[in-house]
T-cell receptor, first 114, second 109 residues
Framework: EADIYQTPRYLVIGTGKKITLECSQT?????MYWYQQDPGMELHLIHY???????EKGDLSSESTVSRIRTEHFPLTLESARPSHTSQYLC?????????????FGPGTRLLVL | SQQGEEDPQALSIQEGENATMNCSYK?????LQWYRQNSGRGLVHLIL?????REKHSGRLRVTLDTSKKSSSLLITASRAADTASYFC?????????FGEGTQLTVNP
């Protein structure tokens, strides 16, 4: 198992609430990613970061925002949750250099917005 | 259609049998990777094959890559019940991965 952690693992919340999904890794990886995955479906990249103070939007448009103030921490925030945000959110990281192509995934956060 | 399409979508076999999953893609790639996902969990990297490689082995896993056909296959030999999971191919260009829809493999004891 990789040293990448996500909290909470499960979250049920009402519409309109602000939520932050936490992701931390202890591998010193510079690159971090957020994916959104509906049950039984493929992963869609929604945000990525190549280092501190670097954030980019991914392939799938998302109303969420991210920040990268510290190397090990890449939180994702939804200012006002809606039922359409219900999904699983997976965080991943990879290192720069020879093994940069391999991504290490956290266990995911299952979000249900009522 | 998506980069990294996989077939079959679902595969059910008996323990001890071999399982073969296929992946097709559309664009140029640096490498192709296979990941495994147990239900409700994150993905675990299984194997990476570079665009200039044709076949790679890792334990009971065998991956082939045909860049002329833009396709790859993952073979799991002598399957076990613990191999039950979803398997995703992912194409890499630079540091970004594009995932397929996955194959749900069920290995019956």
């Amino acid at each position: 198992e990789a040293d990448i952690y996500q909290t909470p693992r499960y979250l049920v919340i009402g519409t309109g609430k602000k939520i932050t999904l936490e992701c931390s890794q202890t591998m010193g990886h510079d690159k971090m990613y957020w994916y959104q995955q509906d049950p039984g479906m493929e992963l869609h990249l929604i945000h990525y970061s190549y280092g501190v103070n670097s954030t980019e939007k991914g392939d799938l448009s998302s109303e969420s925002t991210v920040s990268r103030i510290r190397t090990e921490h890449f939180p994702l925030t939804l200012e006002s949750a809606r039922p359409s945000h219900t999904s699983q959110y997976l965080c991943a990281s990879s290192e720069i250099g020879q093994n940069q192509e391999t991504q290490y995934f956290g266990p995911g956060t299952r979000l249900l917005v009522l | 259609s998506q980069q990294g399409e996989e077939d079959p979508q679902a595969l059910s076999i008996q323990e001890g049998e071999n399982a073969t999953m296929n992946c097709s893609y559309k664009t140029s790639i640096n490498n192709l990777q296979w990941y495994r996902q147990n239900s409700g969990r994150g993905l675990v990297h299984l194997i990476l094959i570079r665009s200039n490689e044709r076949e790679k082995h890792s334990g009971r896993l065998r991956v082939t890559l045909d860049t002329s056909k833009k396709s790859s296959s993952l073979l799991i030999t002598a399957s076990r019940a613990a191999d039950t999971a979803s398997y995703f191919c992912a194409t890499a260009l630079g540091s970004r991965l594009t995932f397929g829809e996955g194959t749900q493999l069920t290995v019956n004891p």
